[in-house]
């Protein structure tokens, strides 16, 4: 078998596998009607100091990196935006999910910088979610 053959064959796994786990995501949502899993929410470790660890790590790891392009300065300047956005749609599903638990956890915690309390990070958690 060709080395050109073995790539294809070995694309149209990786698409195949990939396409599988896209049609049990969208089986999950439409049966289930909801994207968490049933799981008991996590306060312990890095998620006693912050309520988003990993968009925390992900901006540090792009603000400390010493090679600043014009590409690289788009996603530093766009990435926070996204996250803060992701992290308000999914601090939403969470109040959904765990209600006063997860409230509570909202009070003590800050949101994505640790050790620095801003009040605006909790203007989601106060409003109706139907």
Known sequence: MSK??????????????????VRKEIYQILVTRHLIPEEPLMIKGV????RHPLYLFTLMSLWFNPLMTARRLGLVIGAPLYFAL???LEEQKMVQQFGEEYRNYQKRVPWMIPFLKWPVSNFYSRRKIK
């Open 4 to 21: 050109k053959m073995m790539l294809f064959v070995l694309s149209i796994l990786l698409m195949a596998s990939g396409l599988w786990l």
């Open 47 to 50: 998620y006693a100091l912050v």
């Open 86 to 88: 992701g992290s308000v």
